[in-house]
Every structure is written in C-alpha cells, then in structure tokens.
Nanobody
Framework: QVQLVESGGGLVQAGGSLRLSCAAS????????MGWFRQAPGKEREFVAA????????YYADSVKGRVTISRDNAKNTVYLQMNSLKPEDTAVYYC????????????????WGQGTQVTVSS
C-alpha cells in the first residue's frame, strides 16, 4: 500500500500562485510515477500533470500547460505541483495519485489516491 497526503491548498486571488505537496509513504517512492488530478464541483475528475518515477518524463493537461510545473524529490518521498497565474476555473479539490505505470495515471487509473486538498481561486 501507498499512503498519500496532500497539503498546500488554500484561498488565493486570481493571478496568484500556490505550491501543492504530496507526501508518500508505505512503499519505495522512486518506483512510482506520480500525478495530480482535480475535481471541481459538479464535474468529473480530470488529469492535471504527471511525472515518471525518476522525474525524466513530464506530462501536462492542455488547460494548465505553461502555468503548472510538476516535480518530485525522491529523497523526501514528495511530489509537488507549482501553480502560477491561477484562474477562478482552477478552483477544485486537487488529488495526488501514484502508480507504477505512468500511463495508468494519465488514463485516470492510478492505484493509489490521496484525500485531496482544496484550492479556491477568487476573481
């Protein structure tokens, strides 16, 4: 089992920035690709970004490309999501996900999920 705990969400004005963190435990972190998803009220969960197990490959949704950076620190068992130029439409609960296969993350089929952290962007 992999346990994931997100943090760093909050209320921010449009144009502002936030950095989300996801701390993992339970298995060898560097064996897992990691990803971030979000779910806004009344909408389906959508892919935001993913990173391969050693950080060599990065993937982004078109809706956030250029504004969001995913990174990881395998020594700290943590994955990050730096979000800049935030918009009200970025408001959602953001979830961290883990799987040994990055294509399963991108396919919204990750094996492990965190509980989420709320991000609210005011206009």
């Amino acid at each position: 089992q992999v346990q994931l705990v997100e943090s760093g969400g909050g209320l921010v004005q449009a144009g502002g920035s936030l950095r989300l963190s996801c701390a993992a435990s339970g298995r060898t972190f560097s064996n897992y690709a990691m990803g971030w998803f979000r779910q806004a009220p009344g909408k389906e969960r959508e892919f935001v970004a993913a990173i391969s197990s050693l950080g060599g490959s990065l993937y982004y949704a078109d809706s956030v490309k250029g504004r969001v950076t995913i990174s990881r620190d395998n020594a700290k068992n943590t994955v990050y999501l730096q979000m800049n130029s935030l918009k009200p439409e970025d408001t959602a609960v953001y979830y961290c996900a883990a799987d040994v296969l990055s294509n399963r993350i991108r396919g919204n089929l990750a094996s492990y999920w965190g509980q989420g952290t709320q991000v609210t962007v005011s206009s």
